[in-house]
């Protein structure tokens, strides 16, 4: 139609007129020849491959397009969001670059065998040039086959996860992943392991971020080094210790491949559990190594006929003593280091601890125990009661429950018939090598129980001695036996086999400490029966009083003052009153001997002498001697603490007496020799000398140790302590502690009020031993139980054992010192050591006339007397 001509079927604006002439009329129903309907338009001709349909459909694509327009900007600010959300509080990741893995600490003793590892990850950390190609290889293809290329995240990974976990979603399937090891070094070290998506986001940010500041092969050590492969192993090296027992360098292809199979769920894969899952994913990590070339089909398929045998990891072997030693050293870490770097800082600790004579420490102090207990404890009965019925014992049995502190050689055994004379046990063996527990029996005699098995009561008191066993068991009864060396029996040349000695834990408690003087190191250290029964270590944290140990730092500041050692004193009653009221101290023995020498004195412990001495000294002279020997730093000044009721421990007696055999030098015990960091960096030691000369060239002046410790005391006065300690050995209430051992010792016995608390502290020129006996909440050990006759066998044991095949050694006089043969108050004949210009000058009797009331002496034995009438 031409632009200026009008359509037929619009009205012309403004007008009526028409240029064509009007319709015909239709009739009444209907239309004829397809005209216009009446009052209608025209139907419209309709427009070539259009109409309805293509107009909606053209509208529905512009909305779709607007949707999509509109739903892409959101989401594009949603993302933005994210990102900005995600990106607003990562955490720092330049640290990575310098980053360490914990590692366990471990503790070595004296003779380099190991005490103990401390962890809280059992990990092994290897730097990447150490790890086997193959071992890379291995876990690249398990987890990030394109790790080389990608730069954080892996997108066509990604995508096909995308699409896998659709197809999945009617199927219940699990949804898979697509953490590259980049992403999942974030998600281990920096971001944490939610299930959120807000996580997902950080750990991507933080990907693209690591790729960028550190190179790939830092991030495969961390990643190797780092990931949980179960089985307690953190990192490569420690899976394949504790699945295979080999080192990374000694593992097969297939033994390669199942480690790379762990990351995606170790517990799943656990060979001794699911060994045909673990089969299966050890197959599709090698199909993945043949994707990417590293190994050969023909290799893949020989490595999967081969079985997957966990063997487990052997644990080195530890020291079996020392549990104490090991605690306290532990704590001493804890203090210096912390917490963190104790038990994840891959720290090289060396202490002092002999194991030979730890366990011969820990074997004496057992023993010393159990000697009490039978003397004194009684039989308190039964660990539990269950039926001796053939056909029942034995489940009953094994389900009973060991006592804490039994040692290994105790077996837990049922009393299956009682007779008077006699008890059948039974008890069951299991053997190592995890077969069934086998049943075996022995014969209790009464002959092993009638000598001390009296029934002990709740008050602590003991009832008659047992005329027959079934005053001591029943049938039924659970017991700890011990299996004692076959003997000859009477009258016929066969052994007894299966004999049996009735065994209990004591409720005594005591505590052994062995140092070396010269340099302090602790070399053995017992805390109490048993570590499994009780962790609290007596020898460094139970705070007791000490008793008559204590009076040589009492009789000390009298031979600095140049009193020697031939001084009388006065052994009499006397009263001295108190805030209290009167304080009448008194002797042991309730007897009294008059004027005394100070050696007598000391070698038999008597009070009141050793009272008058701190008067007539000053007991803030006492005091001082306490402080400066680290015995009671702050030791209140009263008269009742020279005869030792201040509070000490027994490392720090063990310590104070290591002074005086030393010359006079303070002793500091140290249990730690050196700790090396990871790297074997010294970062501490206890040997602190300065050394002089060490830088001389070969061939000079040999290089010196300077020994910068302080002197507490002077030489003369330490040796003349010794001398005394020695007599005390020799001739008072320590002689059991040098019984049979024919070599110098020198020691002091201790014994509290009520016989609460049992010392004796002791040593030779090389070693120091100090022992305690007591119990845990303070009370009586009984009647007449001393130091002498409880702790010094202790001491005697320790040191028959550490010096068993070392020659005796003499105590070493100092320069100057004068040596005087005297005659002592048994007749012996000794050489007095005097400060020089001292020997003839005792002054007239320290003490005067003493006052009244009742005493104790701890011998009939006079005065002493000098050959060369010096006293």
């Known amino acids: ?266 517990n799943n894969f656990n060979p001794n559990r699911f060994p045909e899952a673990a089969r299966g994913r050890r197959d599709y990590v090698l199909d993945r190594m043949v994707d990417d070339g590293v190994i050969t089909a023909a290799e893949a398929q020989a490595a999967k006929q081969e079985p997957i045998v966990a063997r487990g990891r052997l644990r080195p072997d530890t020291v079996a003593t020392g549990q104490y030693f090991t605690e306290e050293v532990r704590r001493e870490l804890v203090a210096r280091f912390g917490q963190d770097q104790t038990t994840m800082g891959g720290l090289v600790v060396r202490t002092s601890m002999e194991p030979e004579l730890q366990a011969a420490t820990e074997k004496a102090l057992r023993d010393g125990l159990m000697a009490y207990d039978h003397r004194r404890g009684g039989w308190r009965g039964p660990v539990t009661k269950i039926s001796a019925a053939a056909t029942e014992w034995m489940p009953q049995l094994e389900a009973a429950t060991r006592p804490g502190g039994a040692p290994p050689e105790w077996k837990l055994a049922v009393a299956l018939e009682v007779d008077a004379r006699s008890a059948k046990l039974a008890w069951l063996d299991h053997p190592a090598d995890g077969r069934p527990a086998q049943p075996r029996q022995g014969a209790l005699n009464f002959a092993e129980v009638s000598g001390w098995a009296r029934p002990a009561t709740r008050e602590g008191r003991l009832g008659a001695a047992p005329r027959r066993m079934q005053d001591v068991l029943s049938a039924g009864d659970v017991v700890l036996v011990e299996s004692l060396p076959a003997r000859a029996a009477e009258g016929r040349n066969a052994a007894q086999p299966g004999r049996l000695a009735l065994r209990q834990i004591p409720q005594v408690q005591g505590a052994v400490v062995a140092l070396d003087p010269a340099t302090g190191r602790v070399l053995a250290m017992a805390g109490g029966y048993s570590f499994e029964q009780s962790w609290f270590n007596r020898a460094t944290q139970a705070m007791r009083q000490p008793g008559s140990s204590f009076k040589p730092f009492v009789y000390l500041p009298a031979l600095e003052m140049g009193i020697p050692p031939n001084q009388r004193l006065l052994d009499a009653p006397i009263e001295i009153m108190t805030p209290q009221g009167m304080w009448r101290p008194g002797n042991y023995t309730r007897n009294t001997n008059g004027m005394v020498t100070m050696r007598t004195a000391l070698e038999k412990s008597l009070n009141l002498v050793t009272i008058r001495l701190a008067q007539e000294i000053g007991i803030d002279k006492v005091a001082d001697a306490a402080a400066r020997f ?170 028959e054992a550490a010096l068993r095949n070392s020659p005796p050694v003499p105590f070493r006089a100092p320069p100057g010192i004068a040596l005087v043969r005297v005659q002592v108050s048994n007749g012996d004949t000794i050489l007095e050591p005097f400060r020089p210009g001292t020997e003839n000058a005792a002054r007239a009797p320290i003490g005067g006339s003493g006052g009244g009331g009742e005493g104790e002496a701890a011998t009939a034995a006079g005065a002493d007397s000098s050959l060369g009438g010096l006293y």
């Not at 989401?75 to 914990?102: E, F, K, M, N, S």
């Not at 960091?677 to 830088?695: Q, S, T, Y």
């Not at 001398?723 to 040098?738: D, E, F, M, N």
């Not at 020198?746 to 031993?769: I, Q, R």
Request: charged share 20%.
């Open 630 to 799: 680290g015995i009671i730093p702050h030791m209140p000044r009263v008269l009742s603490m020279a005869l030792g009721a201040g509070e000490t421990t027994v490392l720090r007696m063990a310590a104070g007496y290591g002074s005086f055999v030393n010359g006079g030098k303070a002793v500091t015990p140290t249990l730690i020799d050196t700790v090396q960091d990871r790297f074997g960096k010294l970062v501490w030691r206890a040997d602190d000398r300065r050394c002089e000369g060490c830088d001389t060239p070969a061939g000079g002046t040999p290089p010196t140790l300077v020994d910068e410790r302080k002197q507490i005391t002077d030489p003369i006065a330490a040796y003349q302590m010794v001398s005394l300690l020695q007599g005390v050995v020799q001739r008072g209430t320590g002689t059991r502690a040098g019984a049979g051992l024919n070599r110098p010792i020198a020691g002091k016995s201790g014994t509290t009020n009520d016989y609460m608390d049992n010392w004796f502290v002791g040593f030779t020129p090389e070693l120091v031993v100090a022992v305690w006996v007591g119990f845990d909440d303070p009370r009586s050990l009984g009647e007449g139980e001393t130091g002498g006759g409880n702790a010094a066998p202790i001491f005697h044991d320790v040191v």
């Open 1 to 266: 139609m031409a632009p200026n001509e009008l359509r037929a079927d619009r009205p012309l604006v403004g007008g009526s007129a028409r240029t064509t002439p009007p319709a015909p009329q239709v009739p009444p129903g209907g239309a004829a020849g397809g005209g216009t309907p009446p009052g209608g338009r025209p139907p419209r001709t309709p427009r070539p491959g259009g109409g309805g349909f293509g107009r909606w459909m053209r509208r529905l694509i512009g909305w779709g397009f607007s949707l999509g327009l509109a739903l892409a900007v959101v989401a594009g600010i949603a993302v933005y969001g994210l990102y900005r959300q995600g990106a607003g509080d990562l955490p720092d990741h330049a640290w990575l670059a310098t980053y360490q893995p914990p590692q366990m600490s471990r503790m070595y003793a004296a003779d380099s065998k190991l005490m103990a590892e401390m962890a809280l990850e059992r990990r092994v950390f290897l730097p990447i040039d150490a790890i086997p190609k193959r071992v890379q290889e291995a876990f690249i293809a398990a987890e990030d086959q394109n790790f080389w290329s990608h730069h954080g995240v892996d997108p066509v990974a990604l995508a096909r996860a995308v699409v896998v976990n659709i197809e999945g979603l009617g199927g219940g399937r699990r949804a898979i992943g697509a953490s590259t090891i980049t992403q999942q070094v974030a998600k281990n070290m920096l971001v944490g392991n939610d299930r959120t998506i807000l996580r997902k986001v950080r750990e991507a940010i933080l990907a693209f971020r690591l790729e960028s500041a550190m190179p790939k092969d830092r991030i495969l050590e961390i990643y190797l080094n780092e990931i949980f492969l179960g089985q307690q192993a953190y990192g490569v090296a420690s899976a394949a210790m504790n699945y295979f027992n080999k080192g990374l360098d000694e593992l097969t292809l297939s033994e390669t491949a199942f480690l790379a199979a762990l990351p995606k769920a170790p």
